[in-house]
């Protein structure tokens, strides 16, 4: 096989508000911190919870779109891929950061709206130019917010 697979599929809730920012290109682009949970019997048969953290982000209209209707607490289901990019923090060390592109969300209740399971944003046959991944030149990687250039 020539070609890999990187896809993820994430349900859990969002950890806080979505932040919404646009490059220098005004493209918009939507973060959010999503938390999912699993549960697991321990050696000693006590269940213990574990959570896990992922950053994710969308593009363009699509997170525009997102950052009107959701807000902390929402459940929602992600689907993705895994981008690693590298910045220099503020001393000058070289720092990587992990996150999922969203592709696809599926809003799946809470929220101001409610969510509604099965509601959708994203696929279809529509114009995808205005939710690429951005362009050389987007970002200003200047050492702002918290040494990450977005």
């Known amino acids: 096989m020539a070609e890999g697979l990187n ?7 969002l950890g806080a508000d979505p ?3 646009m490059t220098q290109s005004g493209q918009a682009v939507l ?7 699993e549960t697991y ?7 213990q919870e574990r959570t896990e953290w992922h950053s994710v982000t969308i593009w363009g209209r699509r997170g525009e779109a997102l950052s009107k209707i959701l807000e902390k607490g929402s459940r929602i289901f992600v689907e993705g891929g895994i981008r690693t990019s590298s910045y220099e923090d503020k001393n000058g060390e070289k720092r990587y950061r992990t996150e999922v592109v ?6 799946n209740g809470g929220g101001r709206g409610n969510g509604g399971g099965g509601s959708r944003s994203g696929g279809g046959g529509r114009d995808q130019s205005d939710d690429s991944e951005p362009r050389d030149g987007d970002f200003d ?6 040494e990450i250039p977005f």
Do not use: P
């Open 41 to 47: 019997l321990d050696r000693n048969k006590v269940r």
């Open 102 to 107: 969203a592709s696809n969300i599926i809003l």
């Open 7 to 13: 896809k993820v599929m994430l349900l859990g809730n």
């Open 141 to 146: 990687h200047g050492g702002s917010d918290d």
């Open 19 to 21: 932040e919404l920012r």
């Open 31 to 37: 973060k959010l911190r999503l938390a999912t949970s």
